[in-house]
């Protein structure tokens, strides 16, 4: 088994997307056994924040992000899909943002985002991206299917950074392939808790859901991918004058 994941900045347009699914095909047609995690669109969780922020103060402006990244959305799907697959995942879609509209209009009425609601509307962006390009995948193809992955990574109630309940995820992990062959297409950053309720592993979470993937299903291979030249010796929005590592030991 190998994972693979995918970042924001990989799958932030559509042309984009088609290059991984060439990449993915390549795996694919070789026979080999993947499964593979993916984080939201590039911005879109950027997005979520603002406009939770925006509603938690009272202003409407929330409404122009959000109609922006529904249109986001909509865009991707239209160029990326065909025929009744396209009319699928677009009716679905909107369902899907309507419930986000309902929380955010929630959010707005009481003034108040509180970091449990925030991991629910954050997870609104993983669950999209692995959506559309689940169906993508099918489309070109692969036996793709898509997987939630608050049905099978459990946390505690830490929201915004939840603590891994390791021996039940690794447990649901092995149980839920073992049970479903396809190619799992998985957002990657996020989780449930006891009661069912939404965590996220907070940022940089889809690389902590990949690693969680591998170690439970013992796999022999985790890819990170990247749309960026190597390792940097620091953050380059906060360091300017960062530069490529050329070698690196695992130490």
């Known amino acids: 088994m190998r994972v693979l ?19 993915l095909k390549g795996y694919y047609t070789k026979g080999e056994k993947f499964t593979v995690v993916f984080s939201a669109f590039g911005g879109v969780t950027d997005q ?14 929330y409404l122009e992000v959000f ?21 699928q995942v677009l009716e679905e879609t909107m369902k899907n943002h309507e419930v986000l ?13 509180s970091p449990r609601t925030m991991d629910y509307v954050l997870s609104f962006g ?6 559309i390009i689940s ?9 793709a299917a898509y997987l939630d992955a608050r049905k099978i990574m459990k946390t505690d109630k830490t929201f915004g950074s939840a603590k891994v309940d390791f021996e039940t995820s690794y447990s649901n992990i092995k149980k839920y392939y073992e049970e479903h062959p396809e190619v799992q297409v998985v957002t990657g950053f996020i989780a449930t808790a006891k009661g069912g309720l939404t ?34 010796t620091a953050d380059p929005r906060k360091v300017k004058k960062a530069f490529t590592i050329p070698n690196m030991t695992y130490a």
């Open 67 to 87: 109609k922006e990244f529904s249109c986001r959305h909509q865009k991707s799907i239209t160029e990326l899909l065909e025929g009744n697959l396209q009319e």
């Open 5 to 23: 994941k995918f970042g924001g900045s990989s799958v932030a347009k559509p042309e984009r997307i088609k290059g991984i699914v060439e990449i």
């Open 199 to 232: 965590t996220t592993l907070g940022r940089g979470g889809s690389d902590y859901t990949a690693s969680l993937l591998a170690a439970g299903l013992d796999a022999k291979h985790i890819e990170i991918w990247t749309d960026v030249s190597g390792v940097l």
């Open 126 to 131: 993983e669950r999209n991206s692995c959506f």
């Open 135 to 143: 169906n993508v995948l099918r489309q070109s193809g692969i036996n």
């Open 48 to 61: 979520l924040i603002k406009m939770s922020e925006l509603a938690a103060k009272g202003k409407e402006e």
């Open 101 to 113: 509209k309902n929380l955010l209009n929630g959010v707005f009425l009481v003034r108040e985002a």
